[in-house]
């Protein structure tokens, strides 16, 4: 069981920056792939941006790209989401995910693929 912790949102500025970290503990041997999705009140929890444990591979929602990177440190077991150029629309709360089981299909926008979640970071951004 992968236990995930999200820090590092807030307030911002349009044109501002915010960097996430989620903190994974427990046993995170097994972490195939991470991911941020992000979730807006009354909407569905969409994917911004994932990174496989193998080859290093990064995904990006095309909304993101080019503002957004995902990165990690293994050292540290952290995740992040380095999010430059914020505008309004990037307003929701953003979930770190952990796939850790190669159960079911792989793809890397649906939240099915992912079986660890952590609780959420708030992040605003005014006009």
């Known amino acids: 069981q992968v236990q995930l912790v999200e820090s590092g949102g807030g307030s911002v500025q349009a044109g501002g920056s915010l960097k996430l970290s989620c903190v994974a503990s427990g046993y995170t041997g097994n972490r195939i792939a991470m991911g941020w999705f992000r979730q807006c009140p009354g909407k569905e929890r969409e994917a911004v941006a994932a990174l496989t444990a193998v080859g290093g591979v990064s995904h990006y929602a095309d909304s993101v790209k080019g503002r957004f990177t995902i990165s990690r440190d293994n050292a540290k077991n952290t995740l992040y989401l380095q999010m430059n150029s914020l505008v309004p629309e990037d307003t929701a709360m953003y979930y770190c995910?952990?796939?850790?089981?190669?159960?079911?299909?792989?793809?890397?926008?649906?939240?099915?693929?992912?079986?660890?979640w952590g609780q959420g970071t708030q992040v605003t951004v005014s006009s």
């Open positions: 995910a952990a796939r850790t089981s190669y159960g079911g299909t792989w793809k890397w926008t649906s939240t099915e693929a992912y079986q660890s």
